[in-house]
């Protein structure tokens, strides 16, 4: 019986093994075609963070309202309207606003997670002239040169696919001008973000342009990323995104002019990179 034993795991060893004498393994997609479905995670733990997701991610071309890893902000934390974060940012916020609170200062959300549809919108109204800048300029008509023009939206608007708000990591705080952190009731929020949001992981990506910053948005004291997530955005945009890329909305022509990606992706505070 031994004899016949032998032989049959021979014949059965023969069977299961590949042809070309490699061991046997599961079939998997790649990684271009999981980026291309939904972005790639590493198993989440407690304290891990999420893998750079795909580029449509990256550029905003997808909803955040049915993406897994987004949530919606509480209405005690905002002026009223509705916002969408990324589950990290929402969690860390929360845990700054009650220190916030704790100390006096109340923290509102005025904007978070905007898409690249969103983003659209909003250039889109200020490049045909039917959203003022600043209140008041036509960029349409100030600015016939779509250079110039893109310039001066990029003051304080970002083109579709280039926002760090797309990426559930950035929000805007209790106003959107930044005289009203001057003094009184602004000017303690600032102060206290200045001193302590870099605790909660949060920073302010367009603080005053100079030396260190020399090209980019105009400052936004309002705005704060939280950098745990952005940093890996920052870095994976400077790595995949280009200039010539930037399509799909009036005035993209005007990207690689201005070279939007050095002087504005990347024109950021360098405490925040």
């Known amino acids: 019986m031994k004899p016949l034993l032998f032989l049959a795991t021979i014949l059965l060893l023969a069977c299961t093994a590949p042809s070309d004498g490699t061991a046997a393994t599961a079939e998997v997609p790649s990684a271009s075609a999981v980026q291309d479905t939904a972005p790639a995670r590493a198993p989440r733990t407690s304290d891990s963070i999420p893998d750079i997701p795909s580029y449509a991610y990256l550029t905003g071309k997808f909803d955040p309202a049915v993406h897994p890893d987004f949530v919606a902000v509480a209405d005690r934390y905002t002026d009223g309207d509705p916002y ?17 609170r704790a100390d006096g200062v109340d923290l509102m959300m005025v904007s978070a997670t905007r898409n690249f549809a969103r983003q659209k919108q909003i250039w889109e109204a200020k490049w045909r002239g039917q959203r003022l800048l600043e209140g008041s300029e036509k960029a349409n008509e100030v600015y016939p040169d779509p250079a110039d023009r893109a310039r001066a939206i990029l ?10 708000h797309h990426w559930g990591t950035d929000i805007d705080l209790n106003a959107l001008t930044n005289g009203y952190f001057d003094a009184g009731p602004g000017k303690r929020v600032y102060d206290w973000l200045t001193t302590h ?35 890996q955005l920052t870095d994976y945009a400077a790595t995949k ?13 005007a990207a690689p002019e201005i070279a939007v990606l ?12």
Not at 197 to 222: I, L, N
Not at 241 to 249: K, N, Q, T, W, Y
Request: net charge neutral; hydrophobic share 35%; charged share 25%.
């Open 262 to 273: 050095k002087n504005y992706v990347l024109g950021i505070n360098p405490a925040c990179r």
């Open 197 to 231: 949001a870099a605790d909660y992981g949060f920073c302010q990506p367009y603080t005053a342009k100079g030396e260190a910053r020399p090209s980019g948005y105009e400052e936004e004291r309002w705005h704060w990323s939280y950098i745990p997530l952005a940093r």
């Open 84 to 100: 969408l974060l990324h589950r990290d940012t929402y969690a860390a916020f929360e845990r700054m606003h009650a220190a916030a």
């Open 241 to 253: 995104l280009r200039d010539a890329d930037i399509s799909g909305f009036d005035g993209a022509e």
């Open 155 to 164: 003051r304080y608007s970002s083109m579709p696919g280039t926002s760090r």
